[in-house]
């Protein structure tokens, strides 16, 4: 005689999953909402830094130095006596401004190689796409230090060698949605219409291969931030003058152990902007597969 196994009852069980369902859904708009109001606060910082701290970042004091966190303010001071929170502020600027910067180099002029390869396909293409292969073959990073030691280290080096190190990542994904969209009959219609090339590419091609790249450029951002400051930790970043979050991680180095919140205070910032960016991307993505 067989024995049956009990079943949970179905609206038991659906409304379980439900709730997980929910859940998830919750936590992943808490963090989302979490990243925006991160991202708030960076460009704050970066637009106002006077409304969130009142010190000079170029202030030194050698009677308070090495403070640590309460004793030296929220955040302790550095082997200078500057404010670690101020220095922070004030390096946001200098984040925010290279990484924008950089993604629109990227950006533009990826856009364009990768509308022009893909349009127009034949040679032109075959050359462009070999190109970007030996581009990519490079990491991004590495290539920027290679720029950015061959110009010099200044802030706008530090923009142009990041900005270079992504034109090929835009480029190749333009290509290829490039490639999708202009055997769309759309397109031919618009050739049989005797619409001029720049009409259709401006017209109908971009608009209709632009959601990637948005997503992308979304992306970049946060990359970039991480570049530069990468570049700038190795020595390579904005004059000493400048409030830098990399220079900032490199200048704690030597004090890991006696004052660790000099470095650990900025890679946090760095850590938790570059994460809200990524969420934020993801979020952009999502809107437009839905949408």
Do not use: C
Request: net charge positive; charged share 10%; glycine share 12%.
């Amino acid at each position: 005689m067989a024995i049956s196994t009990p079943t949970a009852p179905v609206g038991v069980s659906a409304a379980g999953q439900g709730h997980k369902r929910i859940g998830k859904i919750s936590v992943n708009k808490i963090f989302l909402v979490l990243s925006y109001a991160w991202i708030v606060l960076v460009v704050l910082a970066a637009l106002v830094p006077g409304l969130l701290t009142r010190g000079n970042p170029l202030d030194l004091d050698p009677d308070n130095v090495l403070l640590a966190p309460g004793v030296g303010g929220l955040l302790g001071t550095d082997q200078y006596g500057r404010s670690v929170l101020t220095l922070l502020i004030y390096g946001a600027r200098t984040a925010i401004i290279i990484g924008l910067a950089a993604t629109a180099i990227g950006l533009v002029i990826g856009t364009v190689i990768g509308l022009a390869a893909g349009y127009v396909g034949g040679v032109v293409d075959m050359v462009i796409g070999r190109v970007l292969d030996i581009l990519m073959s490079f990491p991004g990073v590495l290539m920027a230090l290679i720029i950015t030691a061959a110009l010099g280290a200044t802030t706008g080096n530090l923009i142009l060698a990041v900005g270079i190190a992504a034109i090929p990542q835009f480029a190749r994904v333009m290509r290829g949605q490039t490639i999708a969209v202009r055997s769309k009959l759309y397109i031919e219609a618009a050739r049989a219409s005797g619409f001029s090339n720049r009409r259709i590419i401006f017209g109908h091609v971009l608009p209709n291969a632009v959601a990637p790249i948005v997503v992308l450029a979304t992306v970049t951002v946060g990359v970039s931030i991480v570049a530069a400051a990468s570049l700038s930790f190795l020595g390579l970043g904005p004059r000493s003058d400048i409030p830098d979050w990399g220079q900032l991680l490199a200048m704690g180095q030597p004090y890991l152990s006696a004052a660790w919140w000099i470095s650990t205070f900025s890679g946090v910032a760095l850590t938790i902007t570059v994460i809200a960016v990524s969420l934020i991307g993801d979020s952009v993505s999502d809107a437009m597969e839905k949408g």
